[in-house]
């Protein structure tokens, strides 16, 4: 049967079926838009795969064999039940429910990320969400999520991605802070600054800094490195120096007046990504849509809200 089914064997029971059902070739031809020589060729071939005859063929009609009629009652189920399970998946892509896995950045999740999911869930409530919180570039096929959240600039790859908002790196201080210790007037005044690093920014333990098409690299130095981008975010508010980071993650202290921006003409390169990354393949289900439309439109109306 195998065999059978990786030689096209859907298309000759499908014709076989169709001879059953209408006793005719010239009948089953027009139900299935084939030429009827076509039709007769299947049912052949698949009397030949099984080395039986399932219809007597006059010249006036086909009449089913006593193996013919047998084989028939079965097939019709196992295209019956292969009917049902197709529109069962497709009804499971086009309905949002089921189990979501999602993978989100830690510090991105917990800001926002989460704030969302309770409204989604309320509006989603056959959909089931399971978030994993990680910094951690998550192999989307590997580790079975359905679906993730990446910030930066994405690497190369098989994956499909949609680019979900934009986003800038610029330096910021504590207003404290440049009260205290003045502000810097150029990217090489930083060296005489305390400057709080983040050891995960990708072009650590560089800045780069860019203004008009210029590049400057600094090598800051300060009292403080960590891998938490809140951390660092912390303690610049709390006065503890200058550091550089995303306006996504320094918005809302910047809207309050807790920090302030430094060097406000030279910053990062271009402009960073959020991106929901997808398996490979072209039919997305629709809890996996619905839940990186809701993302975008939140994130959207939330930078909105601080510039």
Not at 120 to 127: D, E, G, N, T, Y
Not at 212 to 229: E, Y
């Amino acid at each position: 049967m195998q065999e059978l089914f990786e030689r096209g064997g859907l298309e000759l029971l499908a014709a076989f079926v169709a001879v059953a059902d209408s006793g005719s070739f010239t009948e089953a031809a027009r139900k299935l838009s084939r030429d009827a020589s076509v039709i007769s060729r299947r049912v052949s071939q698949l009397e030949e795969e099984l080395g039986v005859s399932l219809f007597s063929r006059t010249t006036r009609r086909v009449v089913l064999t006593e193996v013919g009629a047998r084989y028939h009652r079965r097939v019709q189920g196992l295209l019956e039940e292969l009917s049902v399970a197709s529109r069962e998946a497709s009804d499971i892509a086009a309905s949002p429910q089921g189990l979501l896995r999602v993978s989100v950045p830690v510090t991105f999740g917990r800001q926002w990320i989460t704030p969302l999911l309770p409204p989604f869930l309320a509006s989603h409530p056959h959909i089931r969400l399971d978030i994993r919180f990680s910094d951690r570039f998550v192999d989307v096929v590997a580790d079975g999520f359905d679906v993730a959240i990446r910030v930066g600039r994405l690497r190369d790859s098989t994956l499909t991605a949609r680019k979900i908002a934009s986003y800038r790196n610029l330096l910021v201080a504590a207003p404290a802070y440049l009260k205290a210790h003045g502000k810097p007037r150029t990217p090489d005044d930083l060296k005489n600054h305390s400057c709080i690093g983040f050891s995960s920014y990708a072009g650590w333990p560089d800045w780069s800094l860019w203004k008009a098409g210029k590049r400057r690299t600094i090598r800051p130095q300060g009292p403080l490195v960590a891998d938490n981008s809140e951390a660092v975010l912390l303690a610049a508010i709390a006065g503890a120096g200058i550091t550089f980071t995303a306006d996504w993650l320094a918005g809302p202290a910047l809207k309050e007046g807790t920090l302030v921006e430094v060097l406000p003409r030279w910053g990062g390169k271009g402009e960073g990504g959020v991106y929901a990354v997808l398996p490979p393949g072209r039919l997305v289900p629709a809890k996996t849509r619905l839940f990186v439309d809701e993302v975008s439109k939140s994130i959207k109306a939330g930078w909105a809200k601080q510039n």
